[in-house]
């Protein structure tokens, strides 16, 4: 999925990476090419230049270009834009993509889309959902009486589900399907009803006329628009044709297992205004996600590492007390209190599984711990054990006897044995650093914190 966009985005970026300095002229240059980029991949243009501006002006107008690692800053700032426009920005609730179930039941979900795009079979994978995950019942009904053999095809697949599908009645019309499946819901007590409705090859206004009519009758809670996602440009027409006849709430992308470029995913939302709800994933009746505009970002882009690793360390480490830190350790003065501080982040970053492969240059400091049978329960001990000494000792490690030992193991709950591990992995993490800042110098260190 979105290969071709991804690989492009990444060049980008290896370029913008591999810079210690950025500037303007740089970050314009480089939104040239996002931007040749994603037209390629097929994004609706007005989409494109918002984008574009957004992320040229985040990136100009702030201290990003100052900072010690800019290429890394503007990855992040456009992998904050793209989940933006995939509806994960900062003001898009969650719950907007979950299925609305806040009406009396039963509960009517309508299916729209062009034929082919996968409308039966998402109404089918949702009426598992719903069944499975939601813990409701379910009825779904086929108002497709244009293509031959539509309604027999919801039969089967109800069959597969373990979801009960309406009766076909011959000959008889959408509307009145629709009437049909309203007064039979009721009866069996569903929570919810499934229209899937019918499709044509090309938007018409006939279909419209029968999609308000369906709406009309069933006063549905959700209108999903089903479209699919190789489709690009034409799945952004077919969704700006919909979107004013019919009151949608969300959208379904189909085929996403496929090898989409993109333009349908991002274009969606500022087309539509409404939230994608799913992806289609598959032509298994399970193969269906909740649509995770983080996660879709982080998979154009590639690289959702290095993202979540900046993100985490904005969020977990002050520049300065990086700075500070990394001056400390090339004067060979990293004390027990900045390993104490060092295992904190660790643990606000999510422990030492998650940062393995996150920073290389962090490599041989994991090497030591790791040497030293680390797990995540441990930094708690370690943190007690350190908390346990004096500022004295904490400054000036060499004061720890063998008495001053026994009191720390048993203040901190912990054996002597136990004190000695800390004592070792601060000695070899101090030698770690060393090296490291043999590596990249200063810069190169605080790069890693900052
Ligand atoms: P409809 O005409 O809109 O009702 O489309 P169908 O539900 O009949 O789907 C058309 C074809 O697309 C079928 O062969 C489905 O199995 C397939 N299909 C639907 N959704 C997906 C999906 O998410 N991924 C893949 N690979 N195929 C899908």
Do not use: C, W
Request: charged fraction near 25%; hydrophobic fraction near 45%; proline fraction near 3%.
């Amino acid at each position: 999925m979105f290969d071709s966009l991804s690989d492009r985005l990444g060049n980008v970026f290896d370029r913008l990476k591999g810079r210690g300095a950025l500037s303007e002229g740089d970050v314009r240059e480089a939104m040239r090419e996002i931007r040749i980029a994603l037209l390629e991949a097929d994004v609706a243009l007005p989409v494109v230049r918002r984008f574009i501006d957004a992320v040229t002006e985040k990136a100009i107008g702030s201290d990003v270009l100052k900072s010690v690692t800019p290429g890394q800053q503007v990855v992040k700032i456009v992998d904050d834009e793209l989940t933006a426009m995939l509806g994960g920005g900062e003001d898009a609730d969650p719950k907007d993509r979950e299925l609305n179930f806040a009406a009396k039941p039963p509960v009517v979900i309508m299916m729209v889309g062009l034929q082919g795009s996968g409308k039966t079979t998402t109404t089918a994978k949702l009426g598992k959902l719903i069944r499975e995950k939601h813990g409701k019942k379910a009825l779904m009904a086929s108002l497709d009486v244009n293509r031959p053999a539509a309604q027999e095809q919801l039969k089967v697949l109800g069959e597969q589900v373990d979801v009960a599908t309406l009766p076909i009645v011959e000959g008889q019309q959408p509307v009145d399907i629709a009437r049909r499946a309203m007064d039979s819901a009721k009866l069996q007590s569903a929570d919810v009803l499934l229209l899937d409705t019918a499709g044509r090859l090309h938007v018409d206004e006939a279909l419209m006329a029968e999609m308000k009519a369906i709406a009309g009758v069933s006063a549905p809670t959700e209108v999903l628009l089903v479209v699919d996602s190789l489709t690009g440009q034409d799945a952004v027409n077919v969704a700006q044709s919909f979107t004013g006849e019919v009151p949608l709430t969300g959208v379904v992308l189909t085929r996403m297992d496929g090898d989409a470029r993109g333009g349908a995913a991002l274009s969606m939302r500022y087309v539509t205004g409404k939230p994608i709800k799913f992806a289609g994933t598959g032509e298994k009746l399970d193969a269906i996600e909740a649509f995770d505009p983080k996660r879709v970002a982080g998979r154009i882009l590639g690289m959702g590492d290095v993202v979540s690793l900046v993100e985490k360390a904005a969020a977990t480490i002050k520049q300065d007390e990086a700075e500070a830190l990394a001056k400390k350790m090339a004067k060979g003065q990293f004390d027990l209190d900045d390993l104490r501080m060092q295992l904190k982040q660790m643990q606000n970053m999510g422990g030492l599984g998650m940062l393995a492969g996150m920073m290389p240059g962090m490599k041989k400091a994991k090497a030591a711990m790791a040497a030293s049978n680390m797990d995540d329960r441990v930094l708690l001990h370690m943190d007690a054990i350190i908390g346990s000494m004096t500022p004295k000792e904490r400054k000036n490690p060499a004061l720890l006897n063998a008495k001053r030992k026994k009191r720390v193991a048993a203040g901190s709950g912990t054996q002597v044995q136990e004190v000695n591990k800390v004592l070792k992995m601060h000695q070899e993490m101090s030698r770690a650093m060393k090296q490291i800042k043999k590596m990249g110098g200063l810069k190169g260190l605080g790069a890693l914190f900052g």
